[in-house]
């Protein structure tokens, strides 16, 4: 097996699902609050 083909087991494994309601919920915590640009 190549490592190519290594790495892409390890990314179809490492992450679970998430819905796009709890996506949103997350990203409404990372939104930049200062108007600096």
Do not use: C, G, H, V
Request: hydrophobic residues 45%; glycine residues 0%.
């Amino acid at each position: 097996m190549s490592s190519i083909a290594n790495t892409d087991a390890w990314l179809e494994q490492a992450f679970e699902p998430i819905s796009l309601d709890a996506l949103n919920a997350k990203a409404e915590m990372l939104e930049r609050l200062d108007n600096k640009y």
